[in-house]
């Protein structure tokens, strides 16, 4: 199979029905995306045959369909508040945005970055003089803990938190 440009396979399932950007009608939103009628078929069959498969043929499995917005303290005892979050750094130069551990596991794969906590990896990369895959420098911003939890608020007020 030839190289295949990530555009021009977005292209190809936009054109044919599969995805559309979301909200694309009103300028669009990054990183969201809305089923057409083959997207949808698709994804339904993909749900079908991963159900099948890791449900309904594995004894130990059971389904559970469960309500994502939940008591903070469900997010809490499941560690997610504490741990669900990524150190992203930015390349300065080129303005290319990785995962800090990512970042050094490309330049060193040998290296388990993954146990590193924030202030480990920042000087790991800058002993190590790690340079951005992008445009080769190694001018970066300091690492930030990028929460990946929305903040969802239920009621009529704020302060009443899930």
């Known amino acids: 199979m030839k190289n295949v440009k990530f555009e021009t396979i977005v292209t190809h399932l936009q054109t044919y029905g599969f995805v559309f950007q979301g909200s694309e009608l009103y300028g669009g939103l990054a990183n969201s995306w809305d089923y057409g009628p083959l997207g949808v078929e698709f994804i339904n069959n993909l749900k079908r045959v991963w159900w099948k498969k890791f449900v309904q043929e594995c004894p130990m499995n059971v389904g559970i369909d469960s309500a994502i917005l939940m008591n903070p303290k469900v997010w809490e ?19 290319s945005r990785y995962r800090a551990d990512q970042l050094i596991e490309g330049a060193f794969p040998n290296v ?36 990946m939890m929305f903040k969802t608020h239920i009621g009529v007020t704020e302060d009443s938190q899930s």
């Not at 005892?77 to 303005?95: E, M, Q, R, V, Y």
């Not at 790690?130 to 001018?139: A, D, E, L, S, Y």
């Open 77 to 95: 005892a499941t560690g997610h508040i504490a741990t669900f979050h990524d150190p992203l750094i930015d390349c300065k130069s080129c303005k």
């Open 112 to 147: 388990d970055a993954g146990k590193m906590n924030q202030t480990e990896l920042m000087a790991f990369i800058n002993e190590r003089n790690v340079q951005c895959p992008v445009c080769g420098n190694h001018n970066f911003t300091d690492i930030r803990q990028f929460n």
